[in-house]
């Protein structure tokens, strides 16, 4: 006895070699369908022709067929063997196989679909990535040639502002003389703010490790401040803890960076009061050392909802503050940035009317001894004498010329001043010099193509030369050095760095 679950789904007939069916033999499919007395090509209209092919006492079969019973179509797998009396036709119901190896191919050719799509749109991703990165390497080499030609201009501002405080002066003339500084100090926040988003949105934000006094930096941003703030009505306050190191190992100018920030926005906002830089040890093992900075205001303060949005790029609390105080709105964007890329953390609270407190925390690797490098020892700029020391300066540009051959003169510096490179040549050839201070962009012969001449020179192959230029990248200054400078000078920059910069190289001769 055949089980009914399998009855269901054959059916065996013999019929005659014209296809008349004689009897069913076994099987419960479709039986309906299959009179004895009647047709099979009724029901099976693909076996027309095929009965009378086929060969004899061998079996022959037709996979995929389709028959209808009661309205409903059937995919049907056919086996048949031709004897020599009648013919044997074994029907198979496949129906739900088929429906399976259907659905399977149906997957099949969407995961190959998906593939592709996904192909394509890799590729088309890849590309879109490709246009990016042009994108911002035009971007940046564009910030960069307009960070170079801003930097001239406000090296001559900053400089003369500098050495106009100098004379004597009216109230009114020392009012404005501040604001003017004020501005250009401003003014070149926001472009090295610009360059930091820049390189840092392309990835190429770069910190270097020295040895670095933590102390000393933060001493000079608070005098820095100090001398700058000229309201009364608001105290500025430092406490450092006797815990911390002097020496650890970081990039200062990052450091420098965040703290003048900070310190800015906190002057900028407070009325009265007062703004405290303290300084906290947090944590000292034996290979690292992690400091808190903090900058607390009693200014205006905000609410939990501007507090949440500040270190947003572009972001200003009030509609007016760029008319008021200034700046792109960069500068908290830039820090918690700067404050990550040094593996840090920011935070602040704040209320509204009662004031803010700013929290950077940062880990630095410990000073070992032995692992100075540098041998030199600190500066003190106020005892350093540079009496008879002669100093070339090449510079096109009129306005530097005079402003970096004023903070050398007031040093009893012998100078020698050339408009070019083409020009120093054959000064250089003739006259001996203790340091040269070198443009980098100029007519005729550049600065980097002087340096690699600078071996032939008969009497300053041995001289410092040091790089003054508005490429202002950690890259530029490795390319730099690479090519023969003693050491490289960002503009603008103040006399104090000038004229430490070169007190070093005047120290060693």
């Given at each position: 006895?055949?089980?009914?679950?399998?009855?269901?789904?054959?059916?065996?007939?013999?019929?005659?070699?014209?296809?008349?069916?004689?009897?069913?033999?076994?099987?419960?499919f479709a039986e309906?369908?299959?009179?004895?007395?009647?047709?099979?090509?009724?029901?099976?209209?693909?076996?027309?022709?095929?009965?009378?092919?086929?060969?004899?006492?061998e079996?022959?079969?037709?996979?995929?067929?389709?028959?209808?019973?009661?309205?409903?179509?059937?995919?049907?797998d056919v086996?048949?063997f031709?004897?020599?009396?009648?013919?044997?036709?074994?029907?198979?119901?496949?129906?739900?196989?088929?429906?399976?190896?259907?659905?399977?191919?149906?997957?099949?050719?969407?995961?190959?679909?998906a593939?592709?799509?996904i192909?394509?749109?890799?590729?088309?991703?890849?590309?879109?990535?490709k246009?990016?990165?042009?994108?911002?390497e035009?971007?940046t080499?564009?910030l960069?040639?307009?960070?170079?030609?801003v930097?001239?201009?406000?090296?001559?501002?900053?400089?003369?502002?500098?050495?106009?405080?100098?004379?004597?002066?009216?109230?009114?003339?020392k009012e404005?003389?501040?604001?003017?500084?004020?501005?250009?100090?401003?003014?070149k926040?926001?472009?090295?703010?610009i360059?930091?988003?820049?390189?840092?949105?392309?990835g190429?934000?770069?910190?270097?490790?020295?040895?670095?006094?933590?102390?000393?930096?933060?001493?000079?941003?608070?005098?820095?401040?100090?001398?700058?703030?000229?309201?009364?009505?608001v105290?500025?306050?430092l406490?450092?803890?006797?815990?911390?190191?002097?020496?650890?190992?970081?990039d200062?100018?990052r450091?420098?960076?965040?703290?003048?920030?900070?310190?800015?926005?906190?002057?900028?906002?407070t009325?009265?009061?007062?703004?405290?830089?303290?300084?906290?040890?947090?944590?000292?093992?034996?290979?690292?050392?992690?400091?808190?900075?903090?900058?607390?205001?009693?200014?205006?303060?905000?609410?939990?909802?501007?507090?949440?949005k500040?270190?947003?790029?572009?972001?200003?609390?009030?509609?007016n503050?760029?008319?008021?105080?200034?700046?792109?709105?960069?500068?908290?964007?830039?820090?918690?940035r700067?404050?990550?890329?040094?593996?840090?953390?920011?935070?602040?609270?704040s209320?509204?009317?009662?004031?803010s407190?700013?929290?950077v925390?940062?880990?630095?690797?410990?000073?070992?001894e032995?692992?100075?490098?540098?041998?030199l020892?600190?500066?003190n700029?106020?005892?350093?004498?540079?009496?008879?020391?002669?100093?070339?300066?090449?510079?096109?540009?009129?306005?530097?010329?005079?402003?970096t051959?004023h903070?050398?003169?007031?040093?009893?510096?012998?100078?020698?001043?050339?408009?070019?490179?083409?020009?120093a040549?054959?000064?250089?050839?003739?006259?001996?010099?203790?340091?040269?201070l070198?443009?980098?962009?100029?007519?005729?012969i550049?600065?980097?193509?002087?340096?690699?001449?600078?071996?032939?020179?008969?009497?300053?192959?041995?001289?410092?030369?040091?790089?003054?230029?508005?490429?202002?990248?950690?890259?530029?200054?490795?390319?730099?050095?690479?090519?023969?400078?003693?050491?490289?000078?960002?503009k603008?920059?103040?006399?104090?760095?000038?004229?430490?910069?070169?007190?070093?190289?005047?120290?060693?001769f």
């Open positions: 006895m055949i089980p009914s679950k399998i009855d269901s789904v054959f059916i065996e007939i013999t019929t005659d070699f014209k296809g008349v069916i004689k009897r069913v033999n076994a099987g419960g309906k369908e299959f009179i004895v007395n009647e047709s099979i090509f009724f029901v099976c209209p693909f076996l027309i022709g095929t009965l009378e092919a086929l060969p004899l006492d079996f022959f079969s037709m996979e995929g067929m389709i028959i209808t019973s009661n309205s409903i179509e059937f995919n049907v086996e048949l031709r004897s020599k009396k009648s013919i044997s036709v074994l029907i198979h119901d496949r129906t739900k196989v088929y429906r399976f190896v259907e659905q399977l191919n149906q997957s099949r050719n969407d995961v190959f679909f593939k592709r799509e192909s394509e749109k890799n590729k088309e991703l890849a590309r879109l990535r246009v990016a990165d042009k994108a911002n035009e971007k080499r564009f960069a040639m307009m960070s170079h030609e930097r001239n201009p406000l090296t001559a501002i900053l400089g003369y502002t500098d050495m106009i405080s100098e004379e004597p002066l009216g109230d009114k003339a404005y003389i501040g604001y003017l500084t004020s501005a250009g100090e401003n003014l926040v926001i472009v090295n703010d360059l930091d988003l820049s390189r840092i949105e392309a190429k934000l770069e910190l270097v490790s020295e040895e670095i006094n933590i102390k000393e930096i933060v001493n000079n941003c608070f005098v820095n401040y100090k001398n700058q703030q000229k309201d009364k009505v105290v500025l306050d406490v450092v803890s006797s815990a911390i190191s002097d020496i650890v190992f970081g200062s100018v450091v420098t960076q965040v703290l003048s920030n900070l310190l800015s926005n906190a002057l900028k906002f009325k009265k009061g007062s703004v405290s830089l303290e300084v906290e040890l947090v944590y000292a093992g034996k290979k690292t050392t992690e400091i808190c900075f903090k900058i607390v205001d009693t200014g205006r303060g905000m609410t939990v909802e501007q507090t949440a500040i270190f947003e790029e572009y972001q200003q609390n009030e509609l503050d760029n008319r008021v105080f200034g700046g792109a709105g960069l500068g908290l964007s830039i820090v918690k700067l404050v990550e890329a040094m593996n840090g953390t920011i935070s602040v609270f209320e509204l009317n009662v004031g407190t700013f929290s925390e940062i880990p630095f690797k410990k000073y070992i032995q692992q100075s490098k540098s041998g020892s600190r500066i700029l106020e005892k350093m004498s540079l009496k008879g020391m002669r100093i070339l300066i090449v510079d096109d540009d009129l306005l530097n010329q005079k402003i051959s903070f050398l003169k007031k040093k009893d510096v012998t100078v020698v001043v050339f408009n070019n490179g083409l020009e040549l054959e000064e250089l050839d003739n006259q001996s010099f203790d340091v040269v070198l443009d980098i962009n100029m007519p005729g550049t600065g980097e193509e002087l340096i690699q001449r600078k071996s032939s020179f008969k009497k300053n192959n041995n001289t410092a030369f040091i790089a003054l230029t508005g490429n202002a990248t950690q890259k530029d200054r490795g390319n730099y050095l690479s090519l023969g400078f003693s050491d490289v000078i960002f603008p920059f103040k006399s104090d760095e000038l004229i430490e910069k070169i007190s070093v190289f005047f120290n060693k």
